[in-house]
């Protein structure tokens, strides 16, 4: 660790303040105990787990360094800004920085003989209410296998086996993260993303903040994951860019007043390009 275990605990413990929650609601959105927590707030644990601090700033919705290094939840100052104002930049996961999951529903067919309609059907039913946090993975792998009348599913097993890293995007958010502060916008279930990074599915970078759908209990396109993120960028709506698969989150993070990009994972190299030449940076 870059500090000592005090300062980490003051800070940990001063972020989860700022975000009004409590040991025991962090520790359920976090997946972790709270003898571990309440450990690490006190400093008692020497060298904690970086996948269990990484997991904390996620929830918290801050990077990894700025829970290590400061009780902020943004760096002061952008590193640069585009030729059209740009100076923060929120990717989509699902069909920007992966390709899409689709092949998880094949597996699972296959697994347990169920129809595949009946699949999509059991998961997008439960998909929304996992995705804002109302639902525990434990919850979802048990409402999903009831639908399906197995004895037991492992979405999260199916879907980290499943997905393929563009990596393509992943090229650009790297570049990206060196010249402009960069964040993951996602509707993402419950400590998928501390688990695709581990995978190396996502790139491991020093984001400057992280909006986890299930943490902060809220989906695109709804106004309130957009509120949320722009809060935690701490910049002008006018100064944020999205990238995204979906023109239905676009067109709502437009409304915001945010500038927006449509990722075609179907043209991922020629998306790339695009998407590097519109972050051209201001003379």
């Not at 290094?69 to 030729?83: C, I, N, Y």
Request: charged fraction near 20%; aromatic fraction near 8%; charge should be negative.
């Amino acid at each position: 660790m870059a500090m000592d275990e005090q300062s980490l605990g003051r800070h940990l413990q001063a972020a989860r303040q700022s975000a009004g929650l409590t040991q025991q609601e962090l520790c359920q959105k976090a997946d972790i105990s709270y003898s571990t927590l309440a450990k690490i707030e006190r400093g008692a644990i020497k060298a904690p787990s970086v996948f269990t601090v990484r997991r904390l700033a996620e929830v918290l919705g801050l990077s990894l360094d700025s829970i290590m290094g400061s009780g902020q939840t943004v760096a002061v100052g952008p590193k640069g800004r585009s030729r059209t104002g740009v100076s923060f930049i929120y990717f989509d996961i699902n069909g920007c920085l992966v390709r899409f999951f689709h092949r998880a529903f094949g597996a699972i067919a296959q697994d347990t003989g169920a129809p595949a309609d009946a699949i999509e059907s059991a998961f997008w039913h439960y998909n929304d209410a996992i995705c804002r946090g109302e639902l525990t993975m434990g919850e979802f792998n048990r409402l999903f296998a009831e639908q399906l009348g197995v004895a037991s599913i492992d979405w999260q097993d199916y879907y980290l086996k499943s997905v393929d890293p563009i990596r393509e995007m992943h090229e650009v958010i790297t570049w990206a993260s060196q010249h402009y502060r960069v964040g993951l916008l996602s509707n993402i279930m419950p400590g998928f993303i501390a688990e695709m990074i581990t995978a190396g599915l996502l790139p491991s970078l020093p984001y400057d903040v992280i909006i986890d759908s299930s943490a902060v209990g809220a989906i695109k396109p709804e106004r309130q994951v957009y509120e949320i993120a722009m809060n935690r960028a701490n910049v002008p709506a006018e100064e944020i860019l999205l990238i995204d698969d979906s023109r239905t989150n676009l067109m709502a993070a437009e409304r915001m007043g945010w500038h927006v990009l449509w990722f075609d994972d179907f043209r991922p190299g020629e998306s790339a390009e695009h998407v590097k030449k519109a972050l051209e940076l201001a003379e």
